[in-house]
């Protein structure tokens, strides 16, 4: 696995300095996490067959961002490549809710931390116009408008003749586009499934006791995160304000971590959701999601190569 590029380090001194005390974590540069450690509980719909690690994602984004230019330059078009700003607690946060003693001790349920990283985050680089004919190399047109059905009958539709679509298909293969949202929909499928099971529903009012029980009162994992951070946007107005949100963070997520823990909660949704992905996913559905894992494997493994081949001092 090829290392991640440097990290922008230009994150302000005196906003460092500011928000140092935020209690051990809230750290600025988003790497909450490089993948779920081993001791963290990470259980995902269809093994995490719609999702990648942040350095996954990252180096996938920068051989797409490598493969458009070149495009855009064929077409009489400049482009910049981009950076992937997203970090990885954003891209990494359990789509149940779960969480781990350490990366509650650490980041809490990273709102402050991603709040920080945001606001030192640079803006895109470059200068393009941006013109209307920059934008049809860039994306495509309506002309070569591909339409994929998802599972619930809804329909997403993309521009197979742009830049974009020219550079998915090199980096992920000609097929991804069309399987890459039925996957993210099947797995919406199974979470939902899993979120209505009776044993689910149990598993949560322990937690939910539990909850109770330290101060912290929260009927369902998300409920935690959601007044926390509807308390960020007036918070972040305060430097006090600010370092008290994520104190209080923290030990709201440590005390969270702790009661899914003593709930079983990841236990109980690793039984529950391999018994839902039986009964909820056809026959058909289940060939498609192997596909798709065969060529995310495929995917990794070409990345790695080619992440290799194109960085500085490589053969």
């Given amino acids: 696995m090829s290392t991640l590029p440097a990290r922008r380090a230009a994150v302000p001194t005196a906003l460092a300095v500011l928000f140092a005390s935020v209690l051990a974590g809230c750290s600025l540069d988003g790497a909450a996490g490089h993948g779920p450690a081993a001791s963290e509980p990470d259980v995902r719909p269809l093994s995490g067959a719609a999702s990648f690690s942040h350095a996954q994602a990252v180096r996938l984004h920068d051989l797409e961002e490598q493969a458009i230019a070149p495009c855009m330059a064929a077409r009489g078009q400049r482009y910049t490549p981009q950076p992937r700003v997203a970090s990885a607690r954003s891209e990494e946060t359990n789509p149940y809710g779960l969480l781990g003693p350490r990366k509650a001790a650490a980041d809490g349920y990273g709102i402050v931390g991603e709040y920080l990283y945001l606001r030192s985050s640079p803006p895109p680089s470059g200068d393009e116009s941006r013109a209307p004919a920059w934008r049809r190399a860039l994306t495509g047109t309506a002309k070569h408008q591909v339409s994929v059905r998802l599972p619930d009958g809804s329909r997403v539709e993309y521009f197979a003749d742009g830049c974009v679509a020219r550079a998915r298909a090199e980096v992920y293969g000609a097929d991804w586009d069309r399987t890459e949202p039925v996957v993210a929909a099947l797995s919406t499928r199974v979470l939902a499934a899993v979120e209505k099971d009776p044993d689910y529903r149990a598993a949560i009012r322990r937690w939910s006791a539990c909850m109770a029980e330290t101060g912290h009162p929260a009927d369902d994992p998300q409920a935690s995160r959601a007044r926390l951070n509807g308390r960020l ?83």
């Fill in 233 to 315: 946007a007036k918070a972040a107005a305060d430097p006090t304000s600010l370092r008290a949100l994520g104190r209080e963070e923290i030990r709201t997520a440590t005390a969270d971590a702790r009661c899914q823990a003593q709930a079983e909660l990841a236990k109980t949704i690793g039984r529950v959701q391999r018994s839902v992905e039986k009964r909820v996913l056809s026959a058909a559905e289940r060939r498609v999601v192997a596909r798709h894992v065969a060529a995310k494997r495929d995917v990794l493994k070409a990345s790695v190569t080619s992440g290799a081949s194109r960085s500085p001092g490589a053969a």
